[in-house]
């Protein structure tokens, strides 16, 4: 299924709305051109289209200068309870394993547009990111998140303790490719920038 073909609650818009509010972005700024209402975010029953939330993905980069690590620094921020019912499922699982496929199971009632799946490679799990034929700014930015955001709910699940063997981001030229320091470390593993592909891997007894 591709990420066009389905709704998305108004989580993901919400978070944004969030992040720009820190940063001294006006919502309406935010939501300008994307045909979304405050009514409609506040709405949890609300169906928003994919263009919609990358519209004010868009509106977000651009009043803040399209600054580095932002979609990490977003789905960092994303826990179980940002995602309703699918995320309470998550933690309700009884190991991380189960956590794992359900997520992967029911993905589409999230904001991911990437294909995720799940590999076992010895004694360790690594899950891919595919992200969308995108403007380059926008398939960093929700990448970033979907990795981020990943790491939050594994940490929720595994709890304290858990932590990544390694988080691959894809390397590129120009500053959207680059993390700022504070986002260096993050699961516990270093970031590298310089990867050929978008992955992530923990020790696979954690399953």
């Keep these: 299924m591709s990420f066009w073909d389905f709704a998305r609650d108004p989580s993901g818009v919400l978070k944004l709305l969030e992040v720009g509010s820190e940063r001294g972005v006006q919502q309406g700024s935010l939501l300008l051109g994307s045909r979304i209402t405050l009514e409609q975010l506040n709405d949890p029953n609300s169906a928003l289209s994919a263009t919609q939330e990358l519209k004010v993905i868009g509106n977000l980069q ?3 200068g399209r600054p580095p690590g932002l979609g990490l620094d977003i789905g960092l921020r994303c826990h179980f309870s940002t995602f309703g019912m699918w995320g309470y499922g998550l933690v309700s699982s009884a190991t991380l394993g189960e ?15 990437s294909v995720i799946e799940k590999v076992i490679r010895g004694d360790q799990v690594l899950l891919t990111f595919s992200p969308p034929d995108l403007a380059p700014n926008l398939k960093r930015f929700v990448v970033e998140r979907e990795m981020g955001t990943a790491v939050a709910l594994l940490q929720d699940v595994g709890g304290p303790k858990f932590e990544l063997s390694s988080f691959c981001l894809e390397g590129g030229k120009g500053r959207i490719y680059g993390v700022p320091e504070r986002l260096r470390i993050v699961g516990g593993a270093e970031v590298s920038t310089s990867s050929n592909n978008y992955c992530l891997s923990f020790p696979a007894q954690w399953l």
């Design 99 to 113: 956590a794992v496929d359900m997520a992967l199971r029911y993905i589409h009632l999230t904001f991911a547009y």
């Design 62 to 64: 651009r009043h803040l």
